[in-house]
RNA sequence: GGGGAUGUAGGCUAACAGGAUAAGCCGCUUGAGUUUCAAUCAAGAGAAUGCGAGUUCGAGUCUCGUCAUCCCUGCCA
């Protein structure tokens, strides 16, 4: 039989890394072995269920190239197959209408409620088969069911013996029935529960293989228990170890915002090859477990329910420290792509970067090509995100850009004879030729000899003024891919002097 | 309270069926660089494998106990 596996979140707020975590390894589960990935949204919980985050959802698995098989299934379509489903384990007597009225409980509380419950129930041992409906004749059941009483429909869990399955990656797991409620199926106002559907919807489609979070390892004997009841073999289970904040809690978007989830990673700058690639570590790691950095092929081919591990994962961030806002590997590892993958690769995405902050021009794809590769390829060497294109880059690309505060302070102001001599090298330097690193470095060092100042005076100074920064790459091919002209403009121009003026007279 | 799961350096992960100084990557420290750097190169620190017993010639690996953390325990998903 041919895997079909399913990615099914909930819409109910942004795609968050777990989730991006849990498609990527069904993706590659079943990309691995010819299967089909399906992706089911469900939103049978209509109070938070929102399309905008459907669309969210669908365009991060776009981004993160996780390119989903056949039709989108919404569940809430599938809410009639439910409702029968529910009705004929009634039928069978594998379910019981219960006509307790319904509990209202503030969502705020809930959990709190629910254990409080719980350790109640505890203390003194709680039996699961106390409900009075439990047994009720079917014929009374029915007659108060067309009285329309309201009832929510339960699944009779049997009194005696144990569910069992064999998780892929936990290993055999079993629990006794009277340990597990009798969970209701249907709401009293006809709305399916998680556990039904899931179920119902997973055998509808043709699911081989559930691969989801370890949060659901305990739900799948109540799933086991419903597939039973149905009379259906249940799939295989693999389920996967969670990602847990740096406190070693749960992630959650709640507490956590914005660095949990995922588009906030495309929008800050992250090559999505990059962070799909250290996605795949976080719970994962290849037989040849040293090899780090794979393509996607790569990937794919080494894929195997069998590497994943049993110990939850701390995804790291700090987002009040700017060089470490998120997981320093992941930082790490988008600044790995950026240097080392072709450059007609990344090109595109530097392109897309630029446009968006307005620093983009056609000729860079017309006479300027070449030249616009090289600059790529000259800064890229020490950027992280594909941001620092346009942030620490502008000046590559832009003749309007800042000067970084402690560069001028540090290589500018503190010699006061740069202001002079500094146009005294504009002239050197437009007389060379022809103009590339080895010639503007040979004129530097000339004029510093002349000058009777150290070199690195005239090379520090002239990075800040060129690129407004302390640092970047080597200076002299820094000269090179400005250009003659443009380098002795920005040498003469004198900004940092007069931003420095105007700044005191702000003040005044 | 009950049930389940997991513990290898600050973080992510290795160590085939018990076998030698517990390996790699990120981060950290130091040095080299064009008196730049978050690049690069080189060197280094950091783990008695949660803790305690047991089995064994030998335990990160097996057994038991203990502690910690996480998950589930809902007419949420």
Redesign the pocket.
Same mark, same amino acid.
Do not use: C
């Given at each position: 039989m041919s895997v079909r596996v399913r990615f099914a979140p909930?819409p109910?707020g942004y795609l968050h890394i777990g989730s991006a975590r849990t498609a990527l390894f069904n993706w590659l589960y079943a990309r691995n072995t010819g299967g089909k990935f399906l992706l089911r949204i =469900?939103d049978?919980?209509l109070q %938070?269920s929102t399309e905008a985050s459907t669309r969210s959802i669908i365009e991060g698995l776009e981004w993160l190239g996780l390119n989903y098989d056949e039709e989108i299934v919404f569940?809430s379509d599938n809410a009639d197959k439910h409702r029968s489903a529910a009705a004929r384990l009634v039928e069978e007597g594998c379910a019981y209408r219960?006509f307790?009225?319904?509990?209202e409980?503030s969502?705020a509380t809930?959990?709190q409620g629910?254990?409080d419950?719980?350790?109640a129930?505890?203390?003194e041992g709680v039996n699961h088969r106390a409900n009075p409906y439990r047994e009720l004749s079917k014929a009374e059941s029915d007659a108060r069911a067309s009285a329309g009483e309201?009832?929510?429909i339960r699944l009779k869990v049997p009194e005696e013996g144990q569910t069992f399955f064999a998780d892929v990656v936990?290993?055999e797991?079993s629990?006794a029935y009277a340990?597990i =409620?009798d969970?209701?199926l249907l %709401?009293?106002?006809g709305?399916?529960?998680?556990?039904l559907?899931v179920v119902i919807d997973d055998i509808d489609m043709g699911v081989t293989d559930v691969i989801r979070g370890?949060?659901?390892?305990?739900?799948t004997h109540k799933q086991i228990l419903i597939y039973e009841a149905l009379g259906v073999t249940p799939p295989r289970f693999a389920h996967l170890?969670?990602i847990?904040a740096p406190?070693?809690?749960?992630l959650s978007k709640r507490r956590h915002g914005e660095v949990v989830s995922l588009t906030t990673y495309r929008d800050r700058g992250f090559v999505a090859a990059a962070f799909r690639n250290f996605l795949a570590?976080?719970?994962?790691?290849p037989e040849e477990?040293?090899k780090?950095i794979m393509t996607l092929d790569e990937m794919v081919e080494s894929f195997s329910l069998e590497?994943i591990?049993?110990?939850?994962?701390?995804?790291?961030f700090n987002e009040a420290d700017p060089?470490h806002w998120t997981?320093?590997?992941a930082?790490?590892m988008n600044?790995?792509y950026i240097?080392t993958m072709p450059l007609e690769e990344l090109t595109p995405l530097v392109k897309e970067e630029l446009r968006s902050e307005k620093l983009w021009r056609e000729e860079y794809e017309d006479w300027e090509r070449n030249w616009f590769e090289r600059a790529v390829d000259l800064i890229r060497?020490?950027f992280?995100t594909l941001k620092?294109f346009s942030a620490?880059g502008r000046a590559y690309f832009s003749d309007d850009f800042d000067f970084e505060p402690a560069a001028v302070k540090k290589n500018l102001l503190k010699e006061p004879r740069l202001k002079e001599l500094l146009p005294q090298l504009a002239d050197r330097l437009e007389m060379v030729e022809p103009w590339n690193a080895e010639t503007s470095e040979q004129a530097l060092r000339a004029f510093s000899d002349e000058a009777g100042?150290?070199?690195?005076?005239l090379?520090?100074a002239s990075?800040t003024m060129l690129t407004g920064q302390?640092?970047?790459?080597?200076?002299?091919?820094v000269f090179d891919i400005m250009g003659r002209d443009r380098s002795a403009q920005r040498l003469r121009s004198g900004v940092p002097w007069h931003e420095q003026i105007e700044n005191v007279s702000e003040r005044k």
């Open positions: 909930s109910t =469900e049978t919980d %938070r569940q219960d307790t009225p319904k509990e409980r969502d809930v959990k629910i254990v419950r719980a350790r129930a505890g203390a309201p009832f929510a936990y290993g797991q629990r340990e =409620e969970l209701v %709401r009293s106002d709305h399916p529960l998680y556990n559907a370890q949060d659901h390892l305990t739900n170890p969670l847990l406190n070693k809690g749960k570590l976080l719970g994962w790691s477990a040293e780090e590497g591990h049993r110990s939850n994962a701390v995804f790291n060089r997981d320093d590997k930082l790490w600044a790995e240097r060497q020490r992280f620092d620490q100042v150290k070199a690195g005076l090379i520090n990075r302390a640092v970047g790459p080597s200076m002299f091919e």
